[in-house]
């Protein structure tokens, strides 16, 4: 997909400067927070930790950048001593500001979760759809540097959930466990994760931050844990139990890594999102599961995976977008059982000519832990 | 994202508290005439929403509705799944799905308020456009005013509980920096035992910022990967407990501390002593860079001055406050970071440990 392999930077600024002259866009202007920091990651490469950010992207490959804090503007320019970064303390003002002062040329704002009021309330605000999506169909397709950075991820996020089932110990408290995880990670020189966690029996409904919940004998432990390289998130989800499974436990696990399975198998270019949903689903239904696939009790069955966590296609089978090579998403029918509680198995994977390829490693079995 | 410990302990955070700050918030409210204020919440802005109800989103988004009387209501862009958790470690009315976060804020409104003239937004002018625009295309449009004023009028200074919060934090920040290994020779293995440290203390969050090489350059970085150390290296810990944040930062030598780092320990004492309400504008002497944050809106920290822009906005007497400094002695460049307890006019800011 880019004449520029192995330069994230460069390959994902000449994609953009492609799109923008197509449609005739000379300065996008990204909008960005802690929170949605993916597009601004996507188009100036930069990952704001605090504040506002926005990039003002040219068709000619320049950028710069206005941020909120002092120490955050440094922090850029250390980065990217290229770049043009300013600070203020109203950044959004100072950022519709540079908007007027660029004057008559055509300019576009996105992305839509990330664009504040004032700026929407100006004369650009016809422009945040058609810019978002421009972005949104960039971000879909990954380059082989993007690639290859969810793969390093995919093999933190083995690695990492090897210390989770090594940390899962009776007694334990729930935020110990992440404690351990987030700490292998930064010995790997991950800086961002998104895990959440379950522990218990038939009660537990899902997953969640993780509480002062000791773990108890028998507990299932499930984690959804996603570490972030070069901005890149893999995902993986796996289910452990503290002791030998009862037989519930091991029937459980049967259905959720068939239908994981049928899921896996049902990746390829053309299918939709909603046949992988409807792939998973099926198994459910076809052991009398059906219930638990719906929006009472489990949320997607899978969805995109690139500069944000939780990205496009959401995997539901009411979602028709067509997959393509290079697409990379986490397949995971993740949900409540009845006899056993929340349970989940997920892996990342990568769209490929003749399938998919599967991106995590870990082996796909309901993991015993001991008590003793 | 969020991953640390989040839970509610009501001997660390009655709920009286919570109803006592929302009372005040609902007296402004009621003073400026409006039938309701919207606060928007996420991971990057959770601060006013946890202020008021404790509760702090791990990722997706929320508006908390206030009326002018009545428990406070979560319009919340989670999964029903999630409503228990967010019930258990949060104080709050009534907690609506709502994956449409605008659109859910108008249907609530439209059943609440149908006839509501003037609808509060805090900092309505960073309110996401996801959100905003069904509110704005709505009849309540016109009706939106911004409330940051309001909320920012009674946000500081900060009572007792969030004191002893911050107390906590920062405790945790101490003990953190004590697990650093003393033979550390790359940024990974600190940040390993800082971050390993601190949460299994129970910090909600931790962002370290680091300048690996001193010498080379004061910067405090977001690494991705890793670095070396050099024999001076600074670490700024942000940390959150319990949604109460703290900015805590060193200077460490792995050789013996340079004399020129005590003289400068004691200006930053100084320094802090001779800051009150009264006296936001710090001079702390030549080449030096500073800043004073504290929390009164949605963001974990805001600036409230700087060397660079003055003049500073005002602030009460017994905010809770963070001040980093950057000096550029004769031998290099130091930094240090500590919250504090602001003095009122006359009396001298307190560290908070």
């Known amino acids: ?372 | 994202m969020r991953r640390g410990l989040i839970s509610w302990s009501r001997d660390e955070v009655p709920t009286s508290v919570l109803d006592r700050r929302v009372a005040r918030f609902q007296e402004k409210i009621q003073a400026a005439k409006l039938d309701a204020v919207l606060v928007y919440t996420s991971f990057a802005r959770p601060s006013a929403v946890a202020w008021l109800t404790h509760f702090v989103p791990y990722w997706n988004e929320a508006l908390l509705v206030v009326q002018p009387g009545g428990a406070p209501v979560l319009l919340a862009a989670f999964s029903k799944r999630v409503h228990d958790w967010i019930r258990s470690v949060s104080h709050l009315g009534e907690v609506r799905s709502a994956p449409d976060l605008g659109r859910a804020a108008v249907n609530f409104l439209e059943e609440r308020l149908p006839k509501a003239s003037s609808i509060g937004v805090l900092e309505l002018g960073a309110l996401p456009w996801s959100v905003a625009e069904p509110i704005v295309k709505s009849r309540y449009g016109p009706a939106l005013v911004d409330a940051t004023g309001l909320y920012a009028a009674i946000r500081q200074p900060a009572d007792e509980v969030e004191i002893r919060l911050a107390r906590r934090a920062v405790t945790i920040a101490v003990q953190a920096f004590e697990k650093i290994p003393t033979s550390a020779t790359r940024a990974s293995e600190l940040l390993s035992a800082l971050e390993r440290s601190a949460r299994l203390d129970g910090a909600e969050e931790v962002l370290p910022r680091v300048a690996p090489d001193l010498r080379a350059d004061a910067t405090l970085c977001r690494l991705e990967g890793d670095a070396l150390l050099g024999e001076r290296y600074a670490v700024e810990l942000s940390i959150a407990y319990k949604a109460t944040w703290v900015r805590f930062t060193r200077c460490i030598a792995t050789q013996a501390v340079p004399p020129s780092w005590r003289s400068a320990a004691d200006r930053f004492v100084e320094t802090v002593e001779r800051l009150n309400e009264a006296n936001l504008s710090l001079e702390p002497g030549k080449n030096a860079a500073w800043t004073l944050e504290t929390c009164r809106g949605s963001p974990p920290l805001s600036i409230v001055a700087t060397g660079e822009t003055p003049p500073p906005s005002a602030l009460p007497g017994g905010s809770l406050a963070c001040l980093s400094l950057q000096l550029a002695l004769d031998d290099g460049p130091w930094l240090r970071g500590e919250p504090l307890i602001l003095g009122s006019r006359g009396q001298p800011s307190r560290l908070l440990i």
Not at chain 1, 140 to 156: N, W
Request: glycine letters at 8%; charged letters at 25%; hydrophobic letters at 40%.
């Open chain 1, 1 to 372: 997909m880019s004449a520029i392999p192995g330069n994230p930077r460069a390959e994902r600024r000449a994609r953009l400067a492609t799109a923008m002259a197509d449609e005739g866009i000379d300065i996008l202007v990204v909008a960005g927070n802690p929170w949605r920091s993916d597009y601004l990651r996507f188009a100036a490469d930069i990952t704001p930790v605090e504040g506002h950010a926005f990039a003002f992207i040219g068709r000619d490959g320049s950028a710069r950048v206005i941020v909120e804090h002092p120490a955050e503007a440094a922090r850029l320019r250390s980065e990217q001593t290229e770049l043009d970064v300013r600070w203020s303390l109203s950044a959004i003002e100072e950022t519709a500001i540079a908007i007027r002062e660029l004057g008559r040329r055509r300019i576009a704002l996105a992305p839509l979760a990330a664009v504040p009021y004032r700026l929407a309330m100006g004369p650009l605000v016809a422009s945040i759809a058609q810019a978002t999506a421009l972005l949104d169909r960039l971000m879909l397709r990954k380059s082989p540097s993007e690639i290859d950075a969810i793969r390093r991820a995919a093999v933190l996020a083995d690695q990492g959930y090897a210390v989770f089932r090594d940390a899962a110990r009776v007694g334990r408290p729930e935020y110990a466990l992440v404690a351990e995880v987030e700490a292998f990670l930064r010995s790997r020189g991950c800086p961002e994760n998104f895990q959440i966690l379950g522990s218990g029996g038939r009660e537990v409904r899902g997953m969640h931050p993780p509480s002062e919940r000791r773990l108890a004998p028998g507990d299932l432990v499930t984690t959804e844990l996603t570490p972030c390289v070069d901005g890149y998130y893999a995902q993986i989800c796996r289910t452990l139990v503290l002791g030998e499974p009862s037989t519930a436990q091991e029937r459980a696990f049967a259905v959720y890594n068939e239908a994981l399975e049928a899921g896996i198998a049902a990746v390829r270019p053309g299918a939709s999102a909603g046949d992988v949903a409807r792939a998973q689903n099926e198994v459910f239904r076809d052991h009398g599961l059906g219930d638990y696939v719906t929006s009472e009790y489990t949320r997607v069955r899978g969805h995109g995976l690139g500069l944000y966590v939780d990205g496009r296609p959401a995997v539901l089978e009411d979602v028709d977008l067509n997959l393509e090579p290079d697409m990379t998403l986490v397949v995971h029918p993740n949900t409540y059982h009845p006899e056993v509680g929340y349970f989940v198995h997920g892996d990342s994977v990568r769209v490929v000519p003749d399938g998919c390829e599967v991106l995590t490693r870990t082996p796909r079995r309901l993991f015993s832990v001991p008590t003793a």
